[in-house]
């Protein structure tokens, strides 16, 4: 052996036998992230089975149509409060998904610009305002101004939620269309609002009823902006001036009392709300599932828009 | 014939510019709104500025009573600060982890548990307060806090205070739990966004799963991390219900931020606990309302600062190391 | 990358499969051995049942148009394709008497053997000159500065990097041209002493002067080295390597000296190739 390999040897030497050490370190830090994964489900998991496990008990027929009873008597139901949730959501994205989609197709379609980049950012950061500022805001611009809680007020509030989402999906699922289908249209001599709805939005199509079936389903369980302008009820509702329930507004008044049957009808009302929303989120996943990336892979992909 | 077709052309020139009119109006539509909102409240608290100035920031006091209405904001502010706080120290090591799994672990395993913890972000707040009021308060309370307060109680100041679960810790657990989804997500693009080349480097010189974060991921990605992060602070800050229905909902001094198992008050819940009782006519609402202008602007400060850092980490990716 | 259109004119000298090895191969006269070795995605076979034979000292360069598994096959060599969710390789690649692919060893102690430089230098972004080279080293367990500091000058001299960086060993790794980040990443993979140098067209990313350096520094690191080194330049293959593999979807058409394969090669894909053909 020449020097040189024997100084490589000696080298070789030195490398400490930690070999089994930095296994053992490996396996350890293993353990310790799939340990996050389960803490991070058990609460779900809980969630999910006390609300399932009480709130079974508290449904009926009954508890589903009437209206509360007086507190702590355990009679009556939620039936305002899930009447109202229905009413609100539809009245939000009447107002809410038009918008979104209209600016999802201004970022798409003519969104390579300044004015589109600033717009696009405004959009993330507005999406990130806390919900009970918005609805501090319907509030001052309508409740305030009429004089009284209006429906008007909430479903205004919730659409604030909804519609950057919306532009959001929007803008990515049109994207995804290819130039290429664009290029055809034009070729066709085809008028560009005409293209986008005919060709580029029929294409895009499941990405956006995706997004929009989603951000229904998070305004849904939204609170906050309700308190301040729809405030909660115990009747149906009367009209788009008088206050009306909603399904997250009843369990929280409900929360509030001590009784152990408004603790039931709590979890009742839960179940309800919870039923709707997961109903929402897989029945679309389901429905729209893209055979690439499976069924879970996109659910994820979808969730993190609207999360994110 | 020519004729025909130059107003056939006009007319298809003005409806696509009534389109692309009507487009960047719906593209404006957030800008307005976003003006608006700073507007009203900045116009709506008036009221409180104008009489306590800036010291309402730093005032403690809380009295509706008429007379001797007197509103002091810092309680509230220290109470989102605290339990925002809280909530990224436990939930961020708990996301870096499940994101270290998933991104790590065959598609077969890793969608699925992926997939589960995205499904906690679609838990409404509401229902993880009801939730952590009836279930989860009662076993943290009997099985952490009360030891800990039984152990630590009279030397460390962290522990002192009776724990009956409505307090500090329980409402920033929750919290934590609540801001996995997002944090872990973002991580996860953070990390998926390393260069193929980088892992395969560390690969090369012997390295074991580990030493190959340690050695390529974290450090390429570690500004990613910190924004991830403090995404979660910023949704943490602007959770309203759970914490609301989990923090003990104390008020003036009694809702400074003086243990973990001390009751306490957030921006979000006092605003959320009061504001329909504020009598519009007096200086209570605008009180509120000065509270959720100082609560808006942290929230938009923060998740400025996570967005520059997420994109700053995505965009060095595009442009990675080419000379 | 263009992929092959033209088929092969001859259809008896394609290249059939290579049966399976019947009479043992003598390790001992060769630093690796690389036996029946067969990768697939998916199902589909990138390479197939190559064996091939490194003598110690010796450069052995692959060749073969885009796609033909060269490089897939480089990848085998270090159990890369560990880190590639989808592959299945099968076959031994053995190093001193030892499978890599064994279920007895530890890959990460044997692995270290071998040393990979890619074709796009990959130096640690956030790591300067001096910690890029000791990176490997640390993770063994040398912390000795002395040494650290020894074996940094030694690896940094044998990529021919030294004189240009010794000034200033804490410049951070990415302030260095392409050339001197892809001499950096061979002193990276130097400094753990391997026996083995892989290197995946290690100056197709670099101008001329560049890849001519880097060719100095191969002829150089053949005196202490084993290096098998894939490349579509087949100058380059004739200006470096003793031996020379060519490589056709998947399978390994001939091997055998560089001069001889391609002056008078046995096979006539092979000589089809290296008259430029098809490339």
């Known amino acids: ?87 609100i959501i539809g009245l939000s994205s009447i107002i809410g998904v038009p918008i979104g989609v209209m600016s999802g197709v201004f970022l798409s379609e003519y969104g390579d610009n300044a004015l589109a980049r600033f717009i696009r950012f405004f959009n993330d950061v507005f999406m990130e305002f806390p919900s009970i500022i918005l609805g501090i805001f319907a509030f001052l611009i309508i409740v305030l101004v009429l004089g009284h809680f209006s429906v008007w007020a909430g479903a205004f509030a ?24 664009r290029e055809a249209g034009t070729a066709l001599g085809l008028k560009k609002w005409v293209i986008t709805f005919r060709i580029v939005i029929s294409a895009a199509k499941s990405g956006m009823i995706t997004g929009i079936l989603l951000s229904v389903s998070r305004i849904g369980g939204e609170t906050a902006p309700l308190i301040m302008t729809v ?27 001590p009784y152990d049957s408004a603790q039931l009808q709590g979890w009742g009302a839960a179940l309800v709300l919870i039923m709707i929303i997961l109903g929402i989120n ?26 994110k | 014939m020519d004729k025909v077709i130059s107003n056939l052309k006009k007319r298809r020139v003005i409806s696509d510019k009534v389109f692309k009119i009507g487009a960047t109006v719906a593209g404006t539509y957030v800008l ?36 001797r209405e007197s509103f002091g904001a810092l309680p509230y502010i220290l109470g989102t600060l605290t339990t925002s706080a809280i909530a990224m120290m436990i939930g961020v090591p708990l996301s870096i982890g499940i994101a270290m799994f998933i991104s790590d672990a065959p598609p077969k395993i890793g969608a699925p548990l992926g997939f589960l913890v995205e499904l906690l972000a679609a838990v409404p707040s509401v229902i993880y307060g009801l939730w952590g009021l009836f279930v989860f308060r009662v076993y943290f309370r009997d099985w952490i806090e009360t030891p800990l307060h039984d152990v630590f109680g009279d030397n460390i100041w962290l522990f002192s205070g009776n724990p009956y679960g409505l307090d500090i810790l329980t409402a920033s657990v929750i919290l934590a739990i609540m801001i996995i989804p997002t944090v872990s997500a973002v991580s996860r693009e953070i990390m998926k966004a390393v260069p193929q080349q980088q892992k395969e480097a560390a690969y090369m010189l012997g390295a074991t799963k580990w030493e190959m974060f340690k050695l390529a991921i974290f450090p390429y990605s570690k500004t990613g991390l910190i924004g991830a992060s403090i995404l979660g602070l910023g949704r943490a800050v602007g959770e309203t219900m759970a914490v609301t229905m989990l923090i003990g909902n104390a008020t003036g001094i009694g809702a400074i931020p003086s243990s973990l198992f001390g009751p306490s008050q957030t921006m979000s819940s006092i605003i959320a606990n009061e504001f329909v009782e504020a009598s519009p006519a007096s200086i209570h609402m605008p009180a509120l309302i000065g509270i959720g202008l100082i609560l808006l602007l942290i929230a938009i400060v923060i998740n400025v600062i996570a967005h520059l850092l997420v994109t700053r980490m995505l965009k060095i990716k595009e442009g990675a190391i080419n000379n | 990358m263009t992929t092959l259109t033209i088929k092969p004119i001859n259809m008896e000298s394609s290249p059939v499969a290579a049966p399976e090895r019947r009479t043992p191969i003598d390790v001992s006269k060769y630093k690796m051995v690389a036996e029946n070795v067969t990768v697939s995605y998916g199902g589909i076979d990138a390479v197939r049942n190559v064996t091939m034979k490194f003598k ?104 021919y990097l030294w004189d240009e960086v010794k000034n200033d060993l804490k410049k951070s790794a990415i302030e260095l041209s392409g050339g001197q980040q892809q001499r950096l990443c061979i002193a990276r993979a130097l400094a753990i002493q391997p026996e083995v140098l892989l290197m995946d067209e290690p100056a197709s990313a670099l101008d001329p002067i560049a890849t001519q350096k ?65 490339g």
């Open chain 1, 282 to 307: 897989l029945g679309v996943r389901y429905y729209f599932t893209n055979k690439k990336n499976g069924f879970f892979g996109q659910l994820i992909k979808q969730r993190k828009k609207i999360t």
């Open chain 2, 32 to 67: 307005v709104i976003v003006v608006l909102i700073a507007f009203q409240l900045m116009s709506e608290s008036y009221p409180i500025w104008e009489k306590e100035g800036l010291s309402f920031i730093t005032k403690t006091d809380w009295n509706a009573v008429e007379d």
């Open chain 3, 214 to 278: 880097i060719e100095e520094t191969i002829i150089e690191l053949k005196k202490d080295y084993t290096i098998i080194i894939v490349t579509h330049n087949m100058q380059q293959a004739i200006r470096v390597s003793d031996y020379t593999g060519f490589m056709y979807l998947g399978d390994l058409v001939e091997f055998g000296e560089t001069k001889k394969l391609f002056t008078d090669p046995k096979d006539e894909l092979t000589a089809k190739y290296v008259q430029g053909h098809f």
């Open chain 1, 231 to 257: 405030l909660g009820s115990s009747q149906f509702f009367s009209s788009m001036d008088t206050p009306m329930d909603a399904l997250p507004l009843r369990i929280w008044r409900l929360s509030l009392l």
């Open chain 1, 1 to 87: 052996m020449n020097p040189i390999q024997q100084r490589r040897q000696e080298y070789r030497s030195l490398f400490k036998q930690n070999v089994a050490k930095r296994l053992l370190v490996d396996k350890v830090v293993k353990i310790i992230v799939f340990s996050c994964v389960i803490i991070a489900i058990i609460p779900l998991g809980s969630i999910l089975i006390e609300v399932f496990k009480n709130g079974l008990t508290a449904i009926s027929i009954e508890f589903l149509t009437e209206t509360p009873g007086s507190a702590g008597s355990g009679e009556g139901g939620i039936g305002p409060a899930i009447q109202g949730t229905l009413i």
């Open chain 3, 56 to 159: 110690e000292n010796s450069v052995t360069a692959l060749i073969g148009p885009s796609g033909c598994g060269k490089t897939t096959f480089l990848r085998c060599l270090n159990r890369m394709h560990d880190m590639t969710k989808n592959a299945k390789v099968t076959g031994k690649v053995m190093i001193d008497d030892i499978d890599l692919y064994s279920k007895e060893i530890d890959p990460i102690y044997h692995r270290r053997k071998v040393g990979m430089v890619f074709q796009k230098p990959n130096p640690f972004p956030t790591m300067s000159v001096y910690d890029n080279v000791t990176a490997g080293l640390r993770l063994n367990g040398i912390r000795d500065k002395r040494i650290l500091d020894e074996i940094v000058e030694d690896s940094l001299k044998m990529a």
């Open chain 1, 158 to 181: 919730l659409s604030l939620i909804m519609f950057p989402i919306v532009a959001r999906t929007t803008e990515e699922s049109l994207k995804m269309v290819p130039m290429t289908y």
